[in-house]
């Protein structure tokens, strides 16, 4: 059942949210930081960041779910002590966030922001029938590839359904993930290069959403995922074609070198993935493999995005699984897309390591 907020916090959260309307991002931060001075509000913080997030639809691009997921996740690192200094300012950027119901690719041909309205009495009648009934859906990944229908209103029923049958939070938002994930699986190389990004900003997102879910799975967060759902259907375009998934069935890593130090190995990066998995590989020695070659490019912000979000939604799914097979290799096909770039980091690294130990970084003639 999706959780509330606690009565002393309802003004509050109320607050936060009227000031992120009027994109008042001071005025939310001293808000929210009043809230914060009570210790034990942090879950209704959280619930009230969410809120706010979702009250627009799929703000920022995808950005702001995910940066707020973070700022919660960091905590758990940090500890709870930090979060005066942490979350304040990520609702400072929720207010000033772009809304995607601004934008004509959201009105035209079909206007997703009217369709998200009629759906939120439905909406709520689901969360309301599904209640009750947790436990009874198991199909996960046959709600993901419904996910990924051709209309915007069989995308909306086969997500309420699925709700109302009894799929609970952390079914729908790893779903929700799945089926973002073989947008990138499916991505054909003959698309547009920048459009990697925009398959990418929708899987950081729902994962980030997945794993909100899993915390607080209030109606908002429900709400957010009929607009992640018609996010991944708006980009439909770039699975037409789909990529052929992967049929290999072996696959030896060390071929995957070759893959980034050559450009336009998408494919054949993704096989070699796919094959090691369902070879019987060990599933760390292929993160490791990828996890290495994120790390010696010139690697920014998104690669980290999607390499988190990928490993971790393998990892949501059982061992063994095919679902887990076509993540990693979509995380793969994504790495050897924006590889090889120039690979100065590494050597700045060295430097800077050889500078620590003292050393000469060169003779005089």
């Keep these: ?24 991002g001071d005025s939310a931060e001293l808000v929210l930081t009043t809230a914060l001075a009570d210790k034990g509000a942090i879950g209704d913080v959280e619930r009230m960041m969410f809120a706010a997030v979702t009250d627009h639809v799929f703000i920022d691009g995808g950005h702001t779910i995910d940066f707020t997921n973070k700022a919660f996740e960091s905590l758990g690192y940090m500890g709870l002590k930090s979060a005066p200094d942490v979350l304040p300012t990520v609702v400072r950027g929720t207010a000033a966030a772009s809304w995607s119901e601004q934008s004509g690719t959201w009105r035209h041909p079909y206007d997703l922001p009217a369709l998200i309205a009629r759906t939120q009495p439905r909406l709520d009648a689901a969360i309301h029938a599904g209640a009750t009934r947790h436990g009874g859906f198991t199909d996960v990944a046959g709600l993901a590839w419904q996910l990924l229908d051709e ?45 990697w990004d ?9 994962h980030a959403l997945h794993c909100a879910l899993g915390r607080v799975p209030t109606r908002e967060l429900h709400r957010g995922l009929v607009h992640g759902a018609l996010r991944i259907y708006l980009d439909r375009f770039l699975n037409v074609p789909a990529a052929r998934l992967p049929d290999a069935r072996t696959g030896d890593l060390a071929e995957l070198d070759e893959c980034w130090d050559i450009q336009g190995a998408v494919d054949r990066a993704g096989g070699i993935a796919a094959g090691y998995l369902r070879g019987g590989g060990d599933p760390a020695r292929l993160i490791a493999t990828l996890g290495h070659a994120l790390l010696r490019e010139d690697a920014e912000f998104h690669w980290y995005q999607v390499f988190e979000a990928g490993v971790a939604e393998f990892y949501s799914w059982p061992l063994g699984s095919e679902e887990g097979v ?20 590494s050597r700045v690294v060295d430097i800077a390591a050889r500078l620590r130990r003292g050393e000469e970084l060169y003779e005089e003639a």
């Design 1 to 24: 059942m999706a959780i509330g907020i606690t009565e002393e916090h309802e003004e509050l959260r109320q607050a936060v949210r009227r000031f992120v309307e009027t994109r008042s």
């Design 151 to 195: 209309h915007p209103e069989h995308v909306v029923d086969a997500l309420l359904d699925a709700i109302e049958t009894g799929a609970d939070p952390t079914q729908l938002g790893r779903a929700l993930a799945y089926a973002a994930a073989l947008r990138i699986t499916r991505f054909h190389v003959q698309n547009d290069f920048g459009d």
């Design 198 to 206: 925009t398959v990418h900003h929708a899987f950081t997102a729902a």
């Design 326 to 345: 076509l993540i990693l290799a979509g995380l793969a096909r994504f790495l050897a897309a924006h590889t090889p770039t120039r690979r100065e980091l």
